[in-house]
Each structure stands twice: as structure tokens, then as C-alpha cells.
């Protein structure tokens, strides 16, 4: 090589190796490229109407809870309208992904099967055999995920507070110690153990989760809503006093990749008296056992007795570092909205679910190009 240049070469190493460090003459380090989001945006109110099939499409949402197919008396779930919502998601590009257990949080004087919570047999036997045939007919469907629930009481709240900060929206509230003074008489179940509601979940479980393997559903429970710190109208529910312990023993009650939860991030975050922190902790113990087989994405103001229901972007919760850490567990499901607030708006729901589904999308599309 000629002297000048050696010399150019030789400055140009240097002068690359000043700026970008001693091995960049040599290759340019590429780019980390980002981690990988496998979560959508999703859905499990308006059912499979062309009307909500409309709506969903055009604001970006094409993963849902399609709700429930029709009940055919005596025998379960409709093959043939099953079938049908399917095809009437797919004319607008949207999957069918779940369908909603006729196990609710409605309460037990309520719901469609209250034996199965009652745990009285023989009853309680024909039911779990109607809820066998809703697996199979979900399974033939293509449907990947049934959501449930296992409650005696209903979802808990004490009233509504409005919010002039925001357009006066109204919130709903829970305050255990107000809900004491009401002194609400005990269900028709009378008083049950934390034992008992175990037992009963395990009764149940027993019998329809190896129907859900052959038929590859998985079943996902969510938790009651909210947690309480000792028996409510004389009932304990399994997720309380601890919401962590609780759903830790849940998880635990089988090996089963069809086992696990509908995993409700506000509902878990009225359980703990630091949601902003304590709720990184469970999404990684559950998600890291493959566990989490869909998200409600709800925000609370407050804490453990004492909150609100508000806003994604309003509440105790940083959304982005909770989609963060639900990415970093690799978890492929529908993120989605479940309750929200009210206004006398007739609009309103429509409203607030829209805000929702951007700001879902918003957040996935941030963390799928960090690095």
C-alpha cells in the first residue's frame, strides 16, 4: 500500500475508533432489534351483530369475545349458531376467540348453573355436563379461550362518584367499610368457607378440564371482583384476603396449559394496597407459568377497600410499563376493556370503549418498536 494511503486508512480507523469505539472499524454493531409484541387489541362486549361487527372493525379491533352462542334446553350450546358467529366475524377480518362461560359475575341467584358454587348435588352434576358440551361446541368452532367465573356474590360496589375533571363521568365506587354499614343479608349459599369455594372450584375443574384438552379451550377464570379482607354477607371468596396468595393457589390446583386465568388487571389491582408496584409481581409469576389467557385492561383510583373505577390513562396504574411487562412474559392474547365509565351521554359506552381501544393500540404499537 502506497504511504498516503496508509496514512488515510490508518486516520480513518482512528478517527472511527475515537468517535465509536475501538471495534467499529472493524463492523458497526446492529441494532437490538425490538421485542416482540404477540398482544391485540380485543373485545368482549356487543356480541357477533353486524351492527358491533361494524363498530369493532372500524376502530381497529378484530379479536373478540364473541359472548355465547344460543342455549338449546337441556343440552347446551347451539353447533349451528356457534358456527354462524364465526362466519359472521370473518366477513370483517375479525377472529372469534373466546366465548364467555354461562358461569358470570352476576351472582348466585343470577346465574344460569348456581349449583356448581352452591355445591349441591346431584345438580349440580347435570350442569357440569351441560357446560362439558358448551367445550365441545366452542372447540369445534375454533374457539381458544372460555371465560368464567366461580362467584357466590356478584361484582361488589357502593355507589358512583362523578368526576368534573373529566366531562363529569361517572365512576363506580367501593368502600368496604360503607358496604358494612348497609349490613346486606347473607346469599342463599349462607356462610362459605375459603375451603368450601375451593373444593367447589375443584369439583367442577375435575370434570371439565379434560374435556377442554381434548378440545384444546382453554379455561380462564377471573377473579371475584373485588377481593375482601374476611367473609362478605357470610361468604369468603378465593382470591381474598390476599389476592396474590389466592391466585397463586389457584394457578397452582393443577399442571394444565388449559388451566389459568382471565386475568383482570384492575380487579387484581383492588386486592393490593400498592397497585402501582405490586401488580409487576403477579404478571410475572403468572405470565411466566404461561397463565394468562386474556387481559381486561382497567385502571382504579385508590386501593385495597377503598376505590374507583376511572380512565386507562387516569388511574394508579403506569399502562405502558403494565403492557410492558405482559410483552416481556410473552403473552400472545387479546388485551381489552371491561368495564368503563358511565355519563348520561347515550353515546357514552360507545365512547369510552373507543377511547380504550386507542389507547390499547396506541400502547402496543409504543412498546412493539422500543428497543
Same mark, same amino acid.
Given at each position: 500500500m502506497k504511504r498516503t494511503h496508509f496514512l488515510?486508512?490508518?486516520?480513518?480507523?482512528?478517527?472511527?475508533?475515537?468517535?465509536?469505539?475501538?471495534?467499529?472499524?472493524?463492523?458497526?454493531?446492529?441494532?437490538?432489534?425490538?421485542?416482540?409484541?404477540?398482544?391485540?387489541?380485543?373485545?368482549? %362486549?356487543?356480541?357477533? %351483530?353486524?351492527?358491533?361487527?361494524?363498530?369493532?372493525?372500524?376502530?381497529?379491533?378484530?379479536?373478540?369475545?364473541?359472548?355465547?352462542?344460543?342455549?338449546?334446553?337441556?343440552?347446551?350450546?347451539?353447533?349451528?349458531?356457534?358456527?354462524?358467529?364465526?362466519?359472521?366475524?370473518?366477513?370483517?377480518?375479525? %377472529?372469534?376467540?373466546?366465548?364467555?362461560?354461562?358461569?358470570?359475575?352476576?351472582?348466585?341467584?343470577?346465574?344460569?348453573?348456581?349449583?356448581?358454587?352452591?355445591?349441591? %348435588?346431584?345438580?349440580?352434576?347435570?350442569?357440569?355436563?351441560?357446560?362439558?358440551?358448551?367445550?365441545?361446541?366452542?372447540?369445534?368452532?375454533g374457539i381458544k379461550v372460555l371465560n368464567y367465573n366461580t362467584t357466590i356474590l356478584p361484582v361488589l360496589r357502593t355507589g358512583k362518584y362523578t368526576d368534573p375533571k373529566r366531562g363529569n363521568a361517572e365512576y363506580s365506587v367501593w368502600n368496604y367499610e360503607e358496604a358494612l354499614k348497609r349490613n346486606d343479608p347473607k346469599t342463599v349459599a349462607g356462610d362459605v368457607s375459603i375451603d368450601q369455594i375451593f373444593e367447589r372450584i375443584t369439583y367442577l375443574l375435575d370434570r371439565i378440564l379434560p374435556v377442554a384438552k381434548e378440545y384444546k379451550v382453554k379455561l380462564a377464570n377471573h377473579i371475584a371482583d373485588p377481593p375482601v379482607p374476611a367473609a362478605y354477607r357470610g361468604v369468603m371468596r378465593w382470591n381474598s384476603p390476599d389476592v396474590f396468595k389466592g391466585i397463586q393457589r389457584f394457578a397452582k390446583l393443577y399442571d394444565s396449559e388449559y388451566h389459568g386465568f382471565n386475568f383482570c388487571i384492575g380487579s387484581i389491582a383492588?386486592?393490593?394496597?400498592?397497585?402501582?408496584?405490586?401488580?409487576?409481581?403477579?404478571?410475572?409469576?403468572?405470565?411466566?407459568?404461561?397463565?394468562?389467557f386474556n387481559v381486561h385492561l382497567r385502571n382504579i383510583k385508590g386501593n385495597f377497600n377503598n376505590f374507583q373505577e376511572v380512565y386507562p390513562d387516569n388511574?394508579?396504574?403506569?399502562?405502558?410499563?403494565?403492557?410492558?411487562?405482559?410483552?416481556?412474559?410473552?403473552?400472545?392474547?387479546?388485551?381489552?376493556?371491561?368495564?368503563?365509565?358511565h355519563h348520561h351521554d347515550p353515546a357514552a359506552s360507545l365512547q369510552a370503549f373507543s377511547f380504550c381501544y386507542g389507547y390499547i393500540k396506541g400502547l402496543l404499537q409504543t412498546v412493539s418498536e422500543e428497543v
Open positions: 488515510k486508512a490508518l486516520t480513518a480507523g482512528s478517527v472511527g475508533a475515537a468517535i465509536f469505539g475501538p471495534d467499529h472499524a472493524k463492523a458497526a454493531t446492529p441494532p437490538t432489534p425490538p421485542k416482540k409484541v404477540l398482544m391485540k387489541v380485543g373485545c368482549q %362486549s356487543g356480541g357477533t %351483530s353486524v351492527e358491533n361487527l361494524e363498530f369493532k372493525a372500524r376502530h381497529g379491533v378484530f379479536n373478540i369475545d364473541g359472548g355465547s352462542p344460543k342455549i338449546i334446553p337441556g343440552k347446551g350450546w347451539d353447533l349451528e349458531d356457534s358456527l354462524a358467529k364465526r362466519d359472521a366475524c370473518e366477513k370483517y377480518g375479525i %377472529s372469534l376467540d373466546a366465548y364467555h362461560y354461562p358461569l358470570t359475575s352476576a351472582g348466585i341467584d343470577k346465574v344460569a348453573y348456581p349449583n356448581i358454587m352452591l355445591g349441591k %348435588s346431584p345438580e349440580r352434576d347435570r350442569e357440569i355436563e351441560y357446560l362439558q358440551q358448551m367445550i365441545q361446541v366452542a372447540g369445534k368452532t383492588e386486592g393490593l394496597k400498592d397497585p402501582k408496584n405490586e401488580i409487576y409481581p403477579i404478571i410475572k409469576w403468572v405470565g411466566e407459568r404461561n397463565q394468562i388511574g394508579e396504574m403506569n399502562f405502558a410499563q403494565v403492557v410492558r411487562a405482559l410483552r416481556d412474559v410473552g403473552y400472545a392474547g387479546m388485551v381489552m376493556p371491561d368495564h368503563v365509565p
